[in-house]
């Protein structure tokens, strides 16, 4: 079974500041990594996602993320983020199964 | 209507009432799911269907009933439910292979009284 952690449920942070979200995984098969959106109520919105090649993977909103195998993390950074950023990040594997597997969600508040 | 559509949004209902969740997908997708969304809680599977036939069950209890009767639509039927199952429920949709994008909804904010 695969299994994903995110290791912080809050980040705040000022505006124009970079940020890292974390994502580590837990899979004994290959997976297919995705970050996630969820702004005040609405639904989720794919950021980006990792199938194969290149391990930088460049999403929208100025976002990327990079897959690195051996410490098992799919981490999503973004330079200088906006107060319209503040929302609920999700990090999810897909073994292949059609069934995504997220974390637990981190809550990124960008204050002025 | 474009992407994914769920109706209701909001829903109260008493843990007697019988009450159907709707999703529909306007993206020509084949594979059609059901999240619950749960405060401080990761997002749970509970549902997924291939082609209108249901090929994942992840131990949802019986009080729900999922139907999907064309590639387009998706219900969740609920009966006798309890307070505990008050969430958000999201529907997704994709192509249907590994990796494929999910589409979601907005969700039904579900409160069981």
């Known amino acids: 079974a695969q299994s994903v952690t995110q290791l912080d449920s809050q980040v705040p942070v000022f505006e124009e500041a970079p940020v890292e979200l974390r994502c580590n995984y837990s899979?004994?098969?290959?997976?297919?990594l995705f970050w996630y959106v969820q702004y005040p109520n609405q639904g989720l919105q794919l950021l980006l996602k990792y199938l194969s090649g290149s391990t930088l993977v460049k999403g929208i909103n100025g976002f990327e993320a990079e897959f690195n195998k051996s410490q098992t993390s799919f981490h999503l950074r973004k330079p200088s983020v906006h107060i319209s950023d503040t929302a609920e990040y999700f990090c999810a594997v897909d073994t292949g199964r059609r069934a995504l597997t997220f974390g637990s969600g981190t809550r990124l508040q960008v204050q002025p | 209507e474009t992407g994914v559509t769920q109706t209701p949004r909001h829903l109260v209902m008493g843990m007697t009432n019988k009450k159907s969740l709707k999703c529909e997908q306007h993206?020509?997708?084949?594979?059609m799911y059901w999240y619950k969304q749960s405060a401080k809680k990761p997002l749970e599977l509970m549902f997924v269907?291939?082609?209108?036939?249901?090929?994942e069950n992840n131990s949802v209890p019986s009080r729900f009933s999922p139907e999907c009767p064309n590639s387009s639509h998706l219900f969740l039927h609920l009966h006798t439910l309890q307070p505990e199952d008050s969430a958000l429920y999201l529907c997704?949709?994709?192509?249907?292979?590994?990796?494929?994008?999910?589409?979601f909804g907005p969700g039904t904010r579900l409160t069981v009284l």
């Open positions: 993206l020509g997708h084949n594979a």
């Open positions: 997704a949709s994709s192509q249907g292979g590994g990796g494929d994008e999910q589409f």
């Open positions: 899979s004994s098969v290959s997976v297919y």
């Open positions: 269907y291939n082609f209108k036939e249901q090929t």
